[in-house]
């Protein structure tokens, strides 16, 4: 599997030199033990070589794992500098049904912020204030974007097959309440834990979108060199594979940077995180 030239790609080393590539550990174990290889050279990106040793050592652990750590062209330093415009898509997601963020002070933080970022540039800040996936998705499409936003609700847990409610992340069954008050009750043990964040259908309800959704619809756009999740438990993880959280499996699609929230953030707190954050960028920019 292989994005922007950084995805996770194993070259094989032996009497029959190989270079192959995986689309994960459970396929390249099998490989290897299809061509006897006692040794394998791991090419991939160095901030992703961690991840790769554990896991091929844990599905091949009598394979000699030599890494090979490449560094792409999005790993350059102030990369923001480089752009001639510095295109950002910003989501602002607040369904129905879910406690009430102020969307208009984040936003304002969040535009005067981004502007001191690009300072000297081009600067192209896209809104979407009703996005709904399919909008999220063909936004993605539409053209490249450097940065993605998204600011609203995010929790870490299981989605229910039959009613598309979240449930907690130890639950074994559906708690949800349906229609005249009776119990959903599906349940969840298909269902495994991982991060969600929370879009609008339509209606304007929540539409609880997975950790896998979002790394498959940002696959869509190799540009992006910055995801910042202001959502409640973005970088959770447990109770799941390591990379089930929202921002883990940002990180392990090949999104250089990540930046998310662990736990329950208040909103005053989350502004002013956002708005230090490409201040920050910004100065480290201007930076000699
Ligand atoms: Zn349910």
């Known amino acids: 599997m292989e994005r922007d030239g950084e995805r996770d790609r194993q070259g094989g080393a032996g009497p029959n030199a190989a270079q192959v590539e995986f689309w994960n550990e459970a396929g390249g174990r099998t490989w290897a033990e299809a061509h006897r290889f006692s040794s394998l050279i791991v090419v991939t990106s160095g901030y992703h070589m961690p991840r790769s040793l554990a896991e091929l050592g844990r599905v091949m652990p009598d394979v000699l794992l030599i890494p090979y750590p490449v560094h792409g062209h999005r790993h350059t330093e102030k990369w923001w500098q480089s752009l ?8 602002v997601a607040r369904p129905q049904g879910l406690p009430t963020l102020d969307g208009e002070a984040e936003l304002s933080a969040l535009r005067r912020s981004l502007a001191s970022l690009a300072e000297g540039g081009g600067l192209e800040v896209r809104v979407l204030e009703r996005p709904t996936w399919r909008a999220f ?6 053209g490249p974007y450097h940065i993605v936003h998204f600011d609203g609700h995010g929790d870490f847990g299981r989605r229910c097959p039959s009613c598309h409610r979240l449930a907690d992340r130890d639950a ?5 309440r349906l229609e005249r008050g009776t ?4 349940p969840l043990g298909a269902s495994p834990p991982q991060g969600y ?3 609008e259908r339509p209606d304007g309800t929540a539409d609880w979108r997975s950790a896998e959704n979002l790394t498959a619809a940002l696959f869509r756009n190799p540009e992006v060199r910055l995801a910042v999740l202001s959502a409640c438990r973005s970088a959770m993880v447990g ?3 390591l990379f089930a959280g929202t921002a883990p499996a940002l990180i392990g699609m090949g999104v250089p940077a990540v930046v998310a929230m662990q736990f329950e953030v208040p909103l005053y707190a989350t502004v002013a995180f956002s708005g230090a954050l490409y201040t920050a960028l910004a100065f480290a920019g201007a930076a000699p």
């Open 84 to 91: 001639g415009t510095l295109r950002v898509l910003v989501v």
């Open 137 to 142: 998705v063909e936004a993605l499409s539409s």
């Open 172 to 176: 074994t069954a559906c708690t949800a």
């Open 183 to 186: 119990l959903c009750g599906r």
């Open 197 to 199: 964040l929370a879009f």
């Open 239 to 241: 109770g799941g594979p």
